[in-house]
């Protein structure tokens, strides 16, 4: 983790949430949300999860990460209707369990999917996922297709090793008392989330009360947590790099070339 990182603290959320819970009137460590009371990290947690999840499901980049594994085996069976797939434990190739290669223990779901032949220098190229179950088909040197259930991957396999290369949205560790580094000084590894994450810290006490302002404290979290999305997704904006400008049409280009009609000209 980066040392100079803009990351608030746990301790900077605790102080926000004590204060829209009015549980800072003597002390801004609070009276009743104390950093000693036994709840205290159960209800951080539960509403790290829950911000987790809620930005996971915004596809943020700072919960994107890739994986790669190199020469994933080849498949053990041959019939048509065999499939391989790995999970959180191990790698079935169509006939038996291996204990490699497995998903990234920190994996909330996968994203996008990418193969080439092992020992090559080739580029990656796209495995298209499928929600309706996998094609039976012969076994070729590539996969091809891919299917995410039962919280594994599977694939058709392979006659011949393949390097995988995996997209997938990941969760950040729960915060833990280590005795080091007591938990409230440990750093929100976001930039920017310290209001939605006191949102849901204020939730989850209410509900724990019996407030009727719990559902209030979500509603602002999710707001707050679309302005993340927001912030993020303002990169998205730029299709292009400026070198792929240069390789538009405009109203000099032929109309007809190797590729086929592009279009009328400007004015046209």
């Known amino acids: 983790m980066p ?12 102080n926000c949430a ?19 009371a036994v709840f ?17 499901g915004y596809g943020i980049s700072a919960l994107n990460a890739q994986w ?13 209707g065999s499939q391989c797939y790995m999970n959180w434990d191990n790698f079935f190739d169509g006939t ?3 204990t490699s290669p497995q998903l990234p223990m920190d994996m909330i779901s996968p994203v996008d999917l990418y193969e080439r032949p092992h020992g090559t220098t080739l580029q990656y190229s796209d495995v298209d996922q499928l929600f309706n179950g996998l094609p039976t088909v ?3 040197p590539l996969n091809r297709v891919w299917e995410w259930r039962q919280n594994a991957i599977y694939l058709p396999g ?19 008392d280590t005795g080091t580094i007591p938990f409230a000084q440990q750093p929100v590894q976001i930039p920017l989330a310290l209001s939605p994450f006191a949102w849901l810290l204020c939730s989850e006490v209410a509900k724990a009360r019996g407030d009727m302002d719990a559902g209030g404290f979500d509603q602002n979290a999710v707001g707050e947590a679309k302005l993340i999305y927001g912030r993020d997704a303002l990169r998205g904006k730029q299709i292009y790099k400026r070198s792929e400008y240069g390789k538009m049409p405009d109203e000099y280009t032929p109309l007809d ?12």
Do not use: C
């Open 257 to 268: 070339g190797p590729a086929g009609t592009r279009g009328l000209p400007k004015g046209a």
């Open 68 to 80: 790669d594994w190199f020469s994933v085996p080849v498949a053990a069976n041959t019939d048509y």
């Open 158 to 176: 392979t006659t011949a090793a393949v390097d995988l290369r995996l997209r997938y949205s990941r969760f950040l560790p729960k915060f833990v």
């Open 138 to 140: 012969a076994k070729g």
């Open 3 to 14: 040392s100079n990182a803009p990351y608030d603290s746990l301790e900077d959320v605790l």
């Open 96 to 98: 038996n369990l291996q």
């Open 40 to 56: 205290t990290l159960t209800f951080v947690n539960a509403a790290w999860m829950r911000l987790l999840q809620l930005l996971a």
């Open 18 to 36: 004590r204060v829209r819970l009015n549980d800072a009137i003597q002390t801004l460590g609070g009276e009743v949300l104390t950093d000693t």
